[in-house]
């Protein structure tokens, strides 16, 4: 019911940062859970971050905390992941990914969300 489009990836080096967006089209966006997830090559696909319809709630990995913030902007149906002091371990393919299902914590399980970009590219150089 939702489309998500990712775009922000690219070239970094290790303790810089990338802001990615996520552009959503549907008229219940605002309805929507949304979240980040990324695949590095050859790993399995991995949860970043989490966050309520309202904003209000927020969920992260323990491997991002402190260092990526998860934020979305309702009237602009985008949900945003600003990624800071970036690791080579973050490089992955980034998606953005969204669910109608009310919030439950943790929110963490790809399975519940139904609907996903097609991701955008995050390398990070040492």
């Known amino acids: 019911q939702v489309q998500l489009v990712e775009s922000g990836g690219g070239l970094v080096q290790a303790g810089g940062s990338l802001r990615l967006s996520c552009a959503a089209s549907?008229?219940?966006?605002?309805?929507?859970?949304m979240g980040w997830f990324r695949q590095a090559p050859g790993k399995e696909r991995e949860f970043v971050a989490a966050?309520?319809?309202?904003?209000?709630?927020?969920d992260y990995a323990d491997s991002v905390k402190g260092r990526f913030t998860i934020s979305r902007d309702n009237a602009k149906t985008t949900v945003y992941l600003q990624m800071n002091s970036l690791k080579p371990e973050d490089a992955a393919v980034y998606f953005c990914?969204?669910?109608?299902?009310?919030?439950?914590?943790?929110?963490?399980?790809?399975?519940?969300?139904?609907?996903w970009g097609q991701g955008t590219q995050v390398t990070v150089s040492s």
């Open positions: 549907g008229r219940t966006f605002s309805r929507y859970n």
């Open positions: 966050i309520s319809w309202s904003g209000r709630l927020t």
């Open positions: 990914a969204a669910t109608s299902s009310i919030w439950v914590s943790p929110l963490r399980d790809p399975n519940d969300f139904g609907s």
